[in-house]
């Protein structure tokens, strides 16, 4: 399997493909994050940001025009 086979979900939820970047120089950021004990909480009253916030807060920083896609499979 190639990595434009590989299966990704889109900002959005729709599972497609990196077939239509093959031509095209692609970045992929891992972005994990790991919550550990001596620092859960230390943002009180800071709720989770939902999915569907992301894009408004990219287009805050600036005119973002590039796809956003959430994950990739393990």
């Keep these: 399997m ?11 939820g729709d599972e497609v493909t990196l077939e239509p970047y093959r031509a095209k120089a692609l ?4 972005v994990a994050s790991l919550e550990t004990v001596p620092f859960r909480g230390s943002i009180p009253n800071q709720p989770a940001s939902p999915t569907r916030q992301i894009p408004e807060f990219s287009n805050l920083l600036r005119r973002n025009k590039t796809p956003l896609h959430q994950s990739m499979p393990q």
């Design 2 to 12: 190639s990595l434009y086979e590989i299966p990704v979900r889109t900002i959005d």
């Design 27 to 30: 970045l992929t950021v891992n």
